[in-house]
């Protein structure tokens, strides 16, 4: 059966929505611990073999501390906020770059004052997320700075 392609052109419209891109929850609720954040996959393409997604969180959202096999290419295009990386704890702002290895822990946050967007480069065949159990936030709340970016 042919997959219905989207047209080859796509026009930005305001607030941060594209023609033609379906505006979705970011995930199914109950699957995994998130607040305010959604989704928009703005490219899918075999011949591509990547996905590129626009994640939004209003102030105070965030995604889903996880992990998985694949890498992820962020860029932030709206607003601050902060992300976990691993052990590493940063500010981010507009155009700031981030590369997620795979395996790595990794969660993002929006500032308290204004909503948060990103896009996300991933593989287009890619594993499913894993959530941390008990004893993996008890290794990362080792570090001083993980342990407050948690529990914030």
């Given at each position: 059966?042919?997959?219905?392609?989207?047209?080859?052109?796509?026009?930005?419209?305001d607030?941060?929505r594209?023609?033609a891109v379906?505006?979705?929850?970011?995930?199914?609720?109950?699957?995994?611990?998130?607040?305010?954040?959604?989704?928009?996959?703005?490219?899918?393409?075999?011949?591509?073999?990547?996905?590129?997604?626009?994640?939004e969180?209003?102030?105070?959202?965030?995604?889903?501390?996880e992990?998985?096999?694949?890498?992820h290419?962020?860029?932030?295009l709206?607003?601050?906020?902060?992300?976990?990386?691993?052990?590493?704890?940063?500010?981010?702002?507009?155009?700031?770059?981030?590369?997620?290895?795979?395996?790595?822990?990794?969660q993002?946050?929006?500032?308290?004052?204004?909503?948060?967007?990103?896009?996300?480069?991933?593989?287009?065949?890619?594993?499913?997320?894993?959530?941390?159990?008990a004893?993996?936030?008890?290794?990362?709340?080792?570090?001083?700075?993980?342990?407050?970016?948690?529990?914030?």
């Amino acid at each position: 059966m042919d997959i219905e392609q989207p047209p080859n052109i796509r026009l930005a419209r305001d607030g941060f929505r594209w023609d033609a891109v379906a505006h979705q929850p970011y995930k199914q609720e109950g699957e995994a611990p998130f607040k305010d954040i959604s989704r928009q996959v703005l490219f899918h393409d075999d011949a591509l073999a990547c996905e590129l997604r626009y994640f939004e969180m209003d102030a105070d959202g965030y995604s889903t501390l996880e992990r998985h096999e694949h890498a992820h290419a962020v860029m932030i295009l709206r607003g601050r906020g902060q992300c976990m990386v691993g052990e590493q704890i940063r500010e981010v702002k507009q155009f700031d770059l981030v590369t997620i290895p795979g395996g790595t822990w990794h969660q993002f946050k929006a500032s308290a004052s204004e909503p948060f967007g990103f896009l996300c480069m991933v593989n287009s065949t890619r594993d499913r997320p894993v959530l941390p159990a008990a004893a993996d936030l008890e290794r990362m709340r080792i570090n001083p700075a993980v342990a407050a970016f948690l529990d914030a």
